[in-house]
Antibody, heavy 122, light 110 residues
């Protein structure tokens, strides 16, 4: 069964960082881009960036480029998203999602993680 | 800050047809394919339509979609209670060099 399983909910202080993990199983990890999408309460999803597990190349939305770091560990089929300098506006559900087509960045997301709630407070 | 614009809500009675619009620009919908996601309350989005009008395996044929120029639309025929959800369009944006999502439409079954 192909799935993405994310780490648990986090509560962080303003100005700190958070690192969320996403572990893939049931398919060949290295062939599909993995993306990070966040969704603030009551808002639309927002694409943050992605990583190509086959070579480690990353691409981030301009809005997050200075604050987001996406990494991967092929030995455990996992990707990680670290967001720094947190503010209350970063309170959101964070999802990882898989590209549907091998090696094609612009393909839609066919498998999603269950989401990780990150709450930022002072 | 969504780049694609959708109506905030749509509704219908069971069996009716509901349509949702998605308006973009030449750098996203005008140049790239449109995907639609369905999000049931408290769950992750689910891919509903890809490549403008293609249904993944398992998606009922009650769901259909089309694209014209810089706009797209999703139609739900024979509305059912389980269709009550949020619906989001999405596309790659060549200027932003990333994916953009629609503002979202909440469908209510009356």
């Amino acid at each position: 069964q192909m799935q993405l399983v994310q780490s648990g909910a986090e509560v962080k202080k303003t100005g700190s960082s958070v690192k969320v993990s996403c572990k893939a199983s049931g398919y060949t990890f290295t062939y599909r881009f993995l993306h990070w999408v966040r969704q603030a309460p009551g808002q639309a999803p927002e694409w943050m960036g992605c990583i190509a597990p086959f070579n480690g190349d990353t691409n981030s939305a301009q809005k997050f480029q200075d604050r987001v770091t996406i990494t991967w560990d092929r030995s455990v089929n996992a990707v990680y998203m670290e967001l720094s300098s947190l503010t209350s506006e970063d309170t959101a559900m964070y999802f990882c999602a898989r590209s549907s087509l091998s090696g094609f960045l612009r393909s839609p997301f066919d498998i999603w993680g269950q989401g990780t709630m990150v709450t930022v407070s002072s | 800050q969504s780049v694609l614009t959708q109506p905030p809500s749509a509704s219908g009675t069971p069996g009716q047809r509901v349509t949702i619009s998605c308006s973009g620009s030449s750098s996203n919908i005008g140049t790239n394919t449109v995907n639609w996601y369905q999000q049931l309350p408290g769950t992750a989005p689910k891919l509903l339509i890809h490549s403008n009008n293609q249904r993944p395996s398992g998606v009922p044929d009650r769901f259909s979609a089309s694209k014209s120029g810089t706009s797209a639309s999703l139609a739900i025929s024979g509305l059912q209670s389980e269709d009550e959800a949020g619906y989001y369009c999405a596309a790659w944006d060549d200027t932003l060099y990333g994916f953009v999502f629609g503002t979202g439409t909440k469908v209510t079954v009356l």
